[in-house]
């Protein structure tokens, strides 16, 4: 490749440091900037220089002559069009295995070296800002930034050697498969000493993985003790198992609810069914992935057969709900590793009990007016406030009550059906039918309409709370996940959690009559709409909200909230909203005003739901795995009083005053 003209390129994936390079166009490719201005001569341009002729998997990086934040560094020569190898080092997995989720290496090796103190804020950067710490385990985090230190800083970069089944004059796609073979998922495992390849940490299960199961699970398989069980070290022991085959696939399919013991750990939680996202190929891509991923692929048998999406096919025909996949994994033979028993489970939940809940405040004071958590894994409703239960409600998952806190509309995360409550009695008004497994509820401020989403078809169901009938489906777009009305009730938004945007509903015409994107955001979770009606927050799958200006439809501000979904609460009276991760432990308060995070309260492991009382004064929160309510004072930003729930995995709340 020669050169023939120059483009200047503005380096985004190290904003901070506002460095462009020049780099020859000629016949190879080059990132071109959309930043307004990138192609104009850069203010204090200070050194150039000349990648050599070098080999085929090697590139010399000039050593600049200052670095001074806001210069330019010009590189005028060819620009390769594979991607060099990384450095023999250790850390090196490490850095293949995570940094290249988001971003090709190509920006550590291909750019001019950064300091070391450079490197440390760039990886901290990354974690804190871009949402890494999403995926990259903290143990890793120092082995990331030794390894970039020691190989790629001014006085590190000479002294670097390349493999030789790396480097050299092999050609391009030998080069590239050659990297391919020797990186797993994990980045640790020999594939010469196993009978079955590793995976590709760039295959089609790769990336169904990442998108929806490394939330919980981790992008290194080892998931979060006591939240969510790990798969590196575990899958293959579920696969070699009697009925094990059918068992993961079942697993994916219908989902899990119950109390399970992996590695001495207890986890009673629930893994929700992937049959309505993800086709049949997807799923066998996610198995085959996990079973070779993260040195899985060792432990398995050398005659291990794929699986495939006929294979999955025929698993799904057989609908099974949740329950009944915890049943068969008793089943499994796979003695300490089983579904927990019911003596080990009472033994748990006594040493939880013994647990001192805080009680700083009076209940009465605490809840003064009911508080309706779902009970997932108790099929059952309870008033907070009062003890009440509400019993024989399947898998309650969201729910939503009405404006005047006499209905209760609830989902099955198992089934087609929404119930609709009489909060006074109990007594289930109605059922509706809706299809598929529905995920969010909401019911409209004049208590006539309720919203299901029903992400499997892509549609909102919308049913009639008076005469209890289903009206109709509404096509909204790819996996609805939850919806908000406005306060006149004419418009609703609905999250689209695999379509990055939200679904408007015209409520005269029960219609969609417009999308609205959320930029910088892929998977739209819950939301929440302000007082004013002019702004949505958004929380996505992934950790992340954004603040969108609906006038405008532009995103206003990003912000970094912890790992895994979770919900999100715009607090009446107040200028705070509120949201938790249940991958984590913390809830996180954000200011309305000024876009700012304000402060992280700790409330316990696995927190999803999060509502504030119609007066602000008191944040209520849904700790799944400590079953229970968490109630956060807003005055002082601190817990104050801990209410156990009679039934596991408190998921969701809902409270009067507080759609």
């Known amino acids: 490749m020669k050169q023939t003209h120059t483009r200047r390129l503005r380096l985004t994936a190290i904003p901070m440091l506002a460095v462009t390079i020049v780099v020859a166009a000629g016949a190879a490719w080059a990132y071109q900037s959309d930043e307004a201005g990138a192609n104009a001569n850069p203010p204090g341009y200070v050194s150039e220089g000349q990648y050599g002729e070098g080999v085929l998997g090697s590139a010399d990086q000039p050593k600049p002559e200052s670095f001074d934040t806001g210069s330019s560094y010009g590189i005028h020569g060819d620009w390769p069009s594979y991607t060099p190898p990384l450095a023999d080092g250790k850390g090196k997995d490490q850095v293949k295995a995570y940094c290249s989720v988001c971003h090709n290496t190509t920006y550590i090796n291909m750019q001019p070296p950064l300091s070391a103190q450079q490197w440390d804020d760039t990886v901290h950067k990354m974690l804190n800002t871009f949402g890494a710490k999403q995926y990259i385990p903290g143990k890793a985090v120092p082995q990331i930034i030794e390894y970039l230190q020691s190989h790629y800083t001014p006085d590190t970069i000479g002294q670097n050697t390349v493999s030789p089944k790396e480097g050299g004059q092999a050609d391009n796609k030998s080069a590239m498969a050659a990297d391919e073979s020797s990186s797993t998922a994990g980045g640790s495992s020999d594939p010469a000493s196993a009978a079955v390849a590793p995976a590709k940490s760039d295959g089609p299960g790769a990336s169904v993985y990442n998108q929806n199961c490394a939330a919980c699970h981790q992008a290194d398989g080892k998931g979060i003790p006591g939240a969510f069980p790990p798969q590196a070290g575990h899958a293959p022991s579920l696969l070699a198992a009697e009925g094990g085959r059918e068992y993961l696939a079942h697993v994916l399919l219908f989902?899990?609810?119950?109390?399970?013991?992996?590695?001495?750990?207890?986890?009673?939680?629930?893994?929700?069914?992937?049959?309505?996202?993800l086709d049949d190929t997807q799923i066998a891509d996610a198995l085959n992935y996990v079973l070779t991923a993260w040195g899985n692929n060792q432990d398995l048998p050398a005659d291990f057969k794929p699986?495939?999406?006929?294979?999955?096919?025929?698993?799904?025909?057989?609908?099974?709900?949740?329950?009944?996949?915890?049943?068969?994994?008793?089943?499994?033979?796979?003695?300490?590793?089983?579904?927990?028993?019911?003596?080990?489970?009472?033994?748990?939940?006594?040493?939880?009990?013994?647990k001192p809940l805080k009680?700083?405040?009076?209940?009465?004071?605490?809840?003064?007016?009911?508080?309706?958590?779902?009970?997932?894994?108790?099929?059952?409703?309870?008033?907070?406030?009062?003890?009440?239960?509400?019993?024989?409600?399947?898998?309650?998952?969201?729910?939503?009550?009405?404006?005047?806190?006499?209905?209760?509309?609830?989902?099955?995360?198992?089934?087609?059906?929404?119930?609709?409550?009489?909060?006074?009695?109990?007594?289930?008004?109605?059922?509706?039918?809706?299809?598929?497994?529905?995920?969010?509820?909401?019911?409209?401020?004049?208590?006539?309409?309720?919203?299901?989403?029903?992400?499997?078809?892509?549609?909102?169901?919308?049913?009639?709370?008076?005469?209890?009938?289903?009206?109709?489906?509404?096509?909204?777009?790819?996996?609805?996940?939850?919806?908000?009305?406005?306060?006149?009730?004419?418009?609703?938004?609905?999250?689209?959690?695999?379509?990055?945007?939200?679904?408007?509903?015209?409520?005269?015409?029960?219609?969609?009559?417009?999308?609205?994107?959320?930029?910088?955001?892929?998977?739209?979770?819950?939301?929440?709409?302000?007082?004013?009606?002019?702004?949505?927050?958004?929380?996505?799958?992934?950790?992340h909200v954004a603040v969108l200006q609906l006038a405008t439809q532009k995103v206003l501000a990003h912000f970094d909230v912890g790992p895994s979904h979770g919900g999100i609460?715009?607090?009446?009276?107040?200028?705070?909203?509120?949201?938790?991760?249940?991958?984590?432990?913390?809830?996180?308060?954000?200011?309305?005003?000024?876009?700012?995070?304000?402060?992280?309260?700790?409330?316990?492991?696995?927190?999803?739901?999060?509502?504030?009382?119609?007066?602000?004064?008191?944040?209520?929160?849904?700790?799944?795995?400590?079953?229970?309510?968490a109630v956060i004072d807003m005055n002082t930003f601190k817990v104050v009083r801990e209410v156990p729930t009679q039934g596991g995995f408190p998921f969701w709340v809902a409270i009067q005053g507080n759609a």
Do not use: C
């Open 359 to 543: 009680a700083d405040v009076p209940l009465a004071t605490a809840v003064p007016a009911p508080v309706y958590a779902a009970l997932q894994n108790a099929n059952a409703v309870e008033n907070i406030a009062s003890g009440k239960v509400y019993p024989d409600i399947g898998s309650a998952h969201y729910d939503s009550l009405s404006a005047d806190g006499k209905q209760l509309l609830v989902s099955n995360i198992d089934t087609g059906a929404v119930y609709l409550l009489d909060t006074g009695t109990g007594q289930k008004l109605a059922t509706f039918d809706v299809g598929e497994a529905a995920q969010g509820v909401k019911i409209s401020p004049d208590g006539r309409y309720g919203l299901a989403a029903v992400p499997g078809p892509g549609e909102v169901a919308l049913l009639d709370l008076k005469k209890h009938t289903l009206i109709k489906k509404i096509a909204v777009g790819k996996t609805p996940h939850n919806a908000r009305f406005t306060a006149d009730g004419k418009t609703a938004y609905v999250t689209l959690q695999d379509g990055g945007a939200i679904a408007v509903i015209d409520m005269a015409t029960q219609t969609k009559s417009g999308e609205i994107p959320v930029e910088g955001m892929a998977k739209p979770h819950n939301l929440d709409l302000s007082a004013d009606g002019k702004r949505l927050w958004i929380r996505d799958f992934t950790g």
């Open 255 to 277: 989902g899990l609810q119950g109390a399970i013991d992996v590695e001495g750990t207890t986890y009673n939680g629930a893994m929700p069914p992937w049959a309505a996202g």
């Open 569 to 629: 609460d715009v607090i009446p009276n107040s200028d705070y909203v509120a949201t938790v991760a249940i991958g984590g432990r913390e809830v996180t308060i954000l200011n309305q005003k000024t876009l700012k995070k304000v402060t992280t309260i700790e409330v316990g492991q696995s927190p999803h739901g999060v509502r504030a009382s119609a007066d602000g004064r008191w944040l209520y929160v849904s700790v799944t795995s400590d079953n229970k309510i």
């Open 307 to 354: 699986y495939t999406a006929q294979e999955i096919a025929a698993e799904r025909s057989k609908s099974l709900n949740t329950s009944a996949v915890h049943d068969a994994r008793s089943t499994l033979n796979l003695g300490a590793d089983a579904g927990a028993t019911v003596a080990g489970s009472e033994q748990d939940k006594a040493a939880e009990n013994s």
